[in-house]
């Protein structure tokens, strides 16, 4: 059974803080890992990773992919209280595009 | 936004009523999906549709079904609603490339409260 699976499941820190988030897959025919924000609405896309060690950047936010150990990380340098999000991760599968969703890390940053 | 809307986006029903929910795209995606949302559970797939009438269930496709009559909009059935589908539902639109090698993601609409008492 296609799994994904994302640690911490919440965590609380300070502002100017640098986090790390996980995300770990287990799927047949993998495709790609994408990275969602979720504050109280939608989730808002972040990142899609394909290749294996090629960062991804947007400002205070970076992410890389390894293939072989099949997870994935979700960095945020100096924390602010705007980063209070679910962060989701999701494997996209080859052939159905479907996508899996890990069941989320719930992060607060406090001022 | 990617031009996706969602109706109603609450509602209140009673066990054992039927409730149908719309989703609606203006961009005409090929694949469309339906999405709950619990507490501690993340985004799990109820259904999805590659084309018109082509649909596939997903991992929670218990007591849902859908129907896409038209590439615009995806409709979800809760055929007898029960307080266990009690949830948030968004519909969403994959847009991006065909080969992998480019930008791919979903947009999701903005989602709908359901609650069955």
């Known amino acids: 059974e296609d799994k994904v699976v994302q640690s911490p499941l919440s965590l609380v820190v300070h502002e100017g803080d640098t986090v790390t988030l996980n995300c770990s897959y287990e799927?047949?025919?993998?495709?790609?890992l994408l990275w969602y924000k979720q504050e109280k609405k939608a989730p808002t896309f972040l990142f899609m990773l394909?290749?294996?060690?090629i960062e991804k950047k947007s400002g205070r936010l970076s992410s890389i992919l390894d293939k072989k150990e099949l997870f994935s990380i979700l960095n945020i340098t100096a924390t602010q209280t705007g980063d209070s999000a679910i962060y989701l991760c999701a494997v996209i599968t080859s052939g159905t595009y479907k996508y899996i969703f890990g069941t989320g890390t719930r992060l607060k940053v406090l001022a | 936004d990617a031009g996706i809307t969602q109706s109603p986006r609450h509602k209140v029903t009673e066990t054992g009523t039927p409730v149908t929910l719309r989703c609606h795209q203006t961009e005409n995606h090929r694949y469309m999906y339906w999405y709950r949302q619990d507490p501690g559970h993340g985004l799990r797939l109820i259904h999805y549709s590659y084309g018109v009438k082509d649909t596939d269930k997903g991992e929670v496709s218990d007591g849902y079904s859908v129907s896409r009559s038209k590439t615009e909009d995806f409709l979800l059935t809760l055929e007898s609603a029960t307080s266990s589908q009690t949830s948030v539902y968004f519909c969403a639109i994959r847009r991006g490339g065909v080969t992998g090698t480019t930008q791919e993601t979903q947009y999701f609409g903005p989602g709908t409260r359901l609650l069955v008492l």
């Open positions: 394909t290749s294996s060690g």
């Open positions: 799927v047949t025919n993998f495709r790609s």
